[in-house]
Nanobody
Framework: PLVESGGGSVQAGGSLRLSCAVS????????MGWFRQDTGKEREGVAA???????YYADSVKGRFTISRPNVGNVVYLQMNNLQVEDTAMYFC?????????????????WGQGTQVTVS
């Protein structure tokens, strides 16, 4: 399973760091990603990382968010800086074996339960 943490409430311009704990590394978690979904909206891809070096970002978060997976370990982070009201959503961690250009499509194999981020 994937377990997210680190969500919360913050003022616009602030920062949060989300964590996703992976219970045991297998090839099914070569690619890790973060998605978000606000009420009444579709789930959208925020960022993804393949192994520990190939990173993907949604245009809306480029330059503000950073995904990392130190030593291809069992924790994936999403550092979120300069948060804006429009970043408010439930954030989900996801995993699958491969990812590439189509990473933002929500057809991932494993999902966490989500952690709420509220920016005011």
């Amino acid at each position: 399973p994937l377990v997210e943490s680190g969500g919360g409430s913050v003022q616009a311009g602030g920062s949060l760091r989300l964590s996703c704990a992976v219970s045991g590394y297998t090839s099914t978690t070569n690619c890790m990603g973060w998605f978000r979904q606000d009420t009444g909206k579709e789930r959208e891809g925020v960022a993804a990382i393949y192994f520990a070096s190939l990173e993907y970002y949604a245009d809306s978060v480029k330059g503000r968010f950073t995904i990392s997976r130190p030593n291809v370990g069992n924790v994936v982070y999403l550092q979120m800086n300069n948060l804006q009201v429009e970043d408010t959503a439930m954030y989900f961690c996801a995993a699958k074996k491969f990812c590439g250009r189509g990473w933002s499509s929500p057809d991932w194999d494993y999902w966490g339960q989500g952690t709420q981020v509220t920016v005011s």
